[in-house]
T-cell receptor, first 114, second 114 residues
Framework: SQQGEEDPQALSIQEGENATMNCSYKTSINNLQWYRQNSGRGLVHLILIRSNEREKHSGRLRVTLDTSKKSSSLLITASRAADTASYFCATDWTYTGANSKLTFGKGITLSVRP | NAGVTQTPKFQVLKTGQSMTLQCAQDMNHNSMYWYRQDPGMGLRLIYYSASEGTTDKGEVPNGYNVSRLNKREFSLRLESAAPSQTSVYFC?????????????FGEGSRLTVL
């Protein structure tokens, strides 16, 4: 399975601290994406990093990608209580010809304590 | 701009009953997807439609059928519901499906099969 494996499964930090979440995958990818899901809501796209990119920033988010290790990390700096949510990594990989699929991991539950 | 709209938001069925989940997007996206989310399983792709007029199976298609009615609408049908289909169903859309970019999700449809 190409499914990304997130680590840790759950993370609890104090407001103002940084949160680091990791994702590993098994086969070559076209891109890797991170999504956030607040309780009872749909998923919201956070950031996409292509296979030829190594690092990307968006506001307080920093994503790195190491294709040699088949891993990615998501760093949220200066966390806020509003960052409390589940975070999913998703890998886009080619399964035939020009067609690709996006496969999600099981998610990381982040709790940010006020 | 509503994005991706799913109906109904909640549904309770008895085993053997049928129902259709409706999904519509107003972003002129080419590709649409149906996922199910179960505790500890992450999101699993049921069916997808890379473009209007095409549909294809995902990871867990058994017990489901889909219809891409037009570019905007993609419905998911359960012909004979089973308790194993109790889940939260998410519809999503993306601009293109060849190299999957950002997915936009609906708020989910929570289905319980008794």
């Amino acid at each position: 399975s190409q499914q990304g494996e997130e680590d840790p499964q759950a993370l609890s930090i104090q407001e103002g601290e940084n949160a680091t979440m990791n994702c590993s995958y098994k086969t070559s990818i076209n891109n890797l994406q991170w999504y956030r899901q607040n309780s009872g809501r749909g998923l919201v796209h956070l950031i996409l990093i292509r296979s030829n990119e190594r690092e990307k920033h968006s506001g307080r988010l920093r994503v790195t990608l190491d294709t040699s290790k088949k891993s990615s990390s998501l760093l949220i700096t200066a966390s806020r209580a509003a960052d409390t949510a589940s975070y999913f990594c998703a890998t886009d990989w080619t399964y035939t010809g020009a067609n690709s699929k996006l496969t999600f991991g099981k998610g990381i539950t982040l709790s940010v304590r006020p | 701009n509503a994005g991706v709209t799913q109906t109904p938001k909640f549904q309770v069925l008895k085993t053997g009953q049928s129902m259709t989940l409706q999904c519509a997007q107003d972003m002129n996206h080419n590709s649409m997807y149906w996922y199910r989310q179960d505790p500890g399983m992450g999101l699993r792709l049921i069916y997808y439609s890379a473009s209007e007029g095409t549909t294809d199976k995902g990871e867990v298609p058994n017990g489901y059928n889909v219809s891409r009615l037009n570019k905007r609408e993609f419905s998911l049908r359960l012909e004979s519901a089973a308790p194993s289909q109790t889940s939260v169903y998410f519809c999503a859309s993306s601009l293109t499906g060849g190299r999957t970019g950002e997915l936009f999700f609906g708020e989910g449809s929570r289905l319980t099969v008794l």
